[in-house]
Structures are given as structure tokens and as C-alpha cells.
């Protein structure tokens, strides 16, 4: 089955920095990476998503970034704040036409926002 | 608020009970996906079922079941309780997105099981 591999697990950066998340998948099958974002006690919210057919999809201050070759994907955040002070899963699908079915986690990162 | 109601919000109980959590899904959606969220373990992907039937099976015990019923909403059943148990028990349903061009998951609450 599908192996999803996130780095690093824990992750502090200065307020107003940029931050990079990355996560491998080890099915070339996948076709979906969403990029989940839960606060503490809080059930996890999609914050962005991209597809296999698509190398980049930005959001703002949040960009994701796929490399279907090397089997990696990036979250990029910049300008981070402290809001964005949580804990991020990245996931990979294999479900038929990508999507909500097959989908893999990553174990998360927590992500530190120093004032 | 995504829609999905999922209750108990927190549940205390001992090992060897038994406990049931229920979800009742975003309306008109007919996917119900369960995951656990042990510490440390990131979200494990447990069983989904769609409009009544079993769709996929992922890393869930015997000692687990689910089950959804005709009027969408889902339970899941865990029994012979451990300590290892001890998670947070997500539901989800799945919702079209335009802007992602697929269907997303959108995950309720949580039920909080502490098994001591």
C-alpha cells in the first residue's frame, strides 16, 4: 500500500519567516495531495490541495509544490504568523479519479511560530 | 462548523468495556469515513462505508466494527478495550470541491476516548 513519509515532525520558525514542509509517497498510482491543517483540540481543516497534473497551486500565503518523479511534495507558508501555529498532514491519494478515498497520512508536523 | 455531528464528544471508560461512537454525516452526503488519531501516530484510516455499504478497510481491529445505516448516519463499535485504544475517533464525510476539482474530506469533531 501506499507510504507516506513527512519531515520534520516538529519545526520553529521566527514570526514573519518562511516555513517548508515536505512529504514523499511511495505509490506512483497517487493522483491527490491534500494538505491538512489542525489546531490543538480542533478536528483537521484542508487548506490546500494539488493534483498529479499540476506542479504548483498557491493560496495566498500558502503554495504547494509536486514533483511527480522524485515522489515529493512541498507546503510552502510564507510571511508565517502566528496563527498558523499548528499541526500539518500532508496526505496522498490512490482512490479512483484522486480524492477523499485511499488516502494515506503523513504523521504530521507541528509547526512553531515564534513572536 | 463542517456539517459532520459526531457524539460523544468525550468518553471515559475502563478496559475490557465495550463503547459505541456515532456520526452522522454532512446532509445528502452518503460517505462516512472513520480514522483514529493516536498520540504521536498522525490519522489512521480505519473503514469508510458508502450509502449502507462496506467501500474500503483500512488498518481497523477485529475487535472494531462500523456499521452505516439507511438513514446515513454511521457508528463504530469498539470493543474488549485496551489502554492503546486511548485515541481521538474522527468521522468524515466527503464533499465536491470546485477549486480542488475532487472530492475532499471534511472531518467532524472528534470523540475523545480515554480508556483507563
Known amino acids: 500500500g501506499e507510504n507516506v513519509e513527512q519531515h520534520p515532525s516538529t519545526l520553529s520558525v521566527q514570526e514573519g519567516d518562511s516555513a517548508v514542509i515536505k512529504c514523499t509517497y511511495s505509490?506512483?498510482?497517487?493522483?491527490?495531495f491534500p494538505w491538512y491543517k489542525q489546531e490543538l483540540g480542533k478536528r483537521p481543516q484542508l487548506i490546500i490541495d494539488i493534483r498529479s497534473n499540476v506542479g504548483e497551486k498557491k493560496d495566498q500565503r500558502i503554495a504547494v509544490t509536486l514533483n511527480k518523479t522524485a515522489k515529493h511534495f512541498s507546503l510552502h507558508i510564507t510571511e508565517t504568523q502566528p496563527e498558523d501555529s499548528a499541526v500539518y498532514f500532508c496526505a496522498a491519494s490512490t482512490g479512483p479519479g484522486g480524492g477523499a478515498d485511499g488516502l494515506t497520512f503523513g504523521k504530521g508536523t507541528h509547526l512553531i511560530i515564534q513572536p | 462548523d463542517s456539517g459532520v455531528t459526531q457524539t460523544p464528544k468525550h468518553l471515559i471508560t475502563a478496559t475490557g468495556q465495550r463503547v459505541t461512537l456515532r456520526c452522522s454525516p454532512r446532509s445528502g452526503d452518503l460517505s462516512v469515513y472513520w480514522y483514529q488519531q493516536s498520540l504521536d501516530q498522525g490519522l489512521q484510516f480505519l473503514i469508510q462505508?458508502?450509502?449502507?455499504?462496506?467501500?474500503a478497510k483500512g488498518n481497523i481491529l477485529e475487535r472494531f466494527s462500523a456499521q452505516q445505516f439507511p438513514d446515513l448516519h454511521s457508528e463504530l463499535n469498539l470493543s474488549s478495550l485496551e489502554l492503546g485504544d486511548s485515541a481521538l475517533y474522527f468521522c468524515?464525510?466527503?464533499?465536491?470541491?470546485?477549486?480542488?476539482?475532487?472530492?475532499?474530506?471534511?472531518f467532524g469533531a472528534g470523540s475523545r476516548l480515554t480508556v483507563l
Open positions: 468524515a464525510s466527503s464533499v465536491f470541491a470546485s477549486s480542488s476539482g475532487a472530492n475532499v474530506l471534511t
Open positions: 505509490d506512483s498510482a497517487s493522483n491527490y
Open positions: 462505508y458508502y450509502n449502507g455499504e462496506e467501500r
